[in-house]
């Protein structure tokens, strides 16, 4: 990518934001076409389930076009769609929370590791994987959105804050918490230490 591009490209989005702002409807696929797979990325990881993640971007991409005339001139389509994709995976994953009984179709695949490691290491940390994935779908869904955007995508506080419509103060006692209840599913009290992390 040459320092020409980045600026181009940027220029190249506002002018798809500002169309589509304008009710074309050709311009808004091509930032879908754009950010899909950042956005189905995200969803994923904040519900830890495929079909939710794709009912999930199916539904935020729905929600973005209809209030994409509401987008603020100065600000980014791809963090405004981070905002509507953590706010969309909280009310699916509450929906269906309430209903959802687990069955063997819906438990992950074994993680597999691309790295030049005796046998003993690698199983070590593809359980250690699984535990944590595992941890991470036992936290309800406010804590996972700012545990995955903090730990996951480096997101600041403040940026957090924003992306969730909360305040930073909320953003930090939430983060805590969902450390916490996160230590405390891969910590067995009684044992010690579950595992390594």
């Known amino acids: 990518m040459t320092t020409n591009e980045l600026p181009q490209q940027r220029a190249e989005l506002d002018r798809l934001v500002a169309d589509a702002r304008a009710g074309d409807r050709s311009a808004f696929d091509e ?31 729905l929600r973005a076009w209809k209030g994409i005339r509401r987008l603020r001139g100065d600000a980014q389509f791809s963090t405004w769609m981070y905002r509507i994709t953590a706010n969309t995976a909280y009310t699916i994953v509450k929906r269906r929370r309430r209903n959802r009984v687990e069955t063997l179709d819906d438990v992950d695949e074994p993680v597999e590791l691309h790295v030049e490691a005796r046998p003993e290491e690698a199983a070590e940390s593809a359980e250690l994987l699984d535990d944590i994935a595992a941890a991470l779908r036992e936290l309800a869904p406010k804590l996972r959105a700012i545990v995955i955007l903090k730990d996951v995508y480096g997101l600041s506080h403040e940026e957090i804050a924003g992306e969730l419509g909360i305040s930073v103060a909320a953003a930090k006692v939430r983060l805590h918490r969902g450390r916490k209840k996160l230590r405390d599913l891969l910590y067995d009290e009684d044992e010690g230490m579950a595992h390594a992390v």
């Open 31 to 61: 930032l879908v076409r754009r950010t899909y797979v950042d956005t189905y990325t995200l969803a994923l990881r904040l519900t830890a389930n495929e079909e939710d993640a794709r009912d999930v971007v199916q539904e935020a991409y």
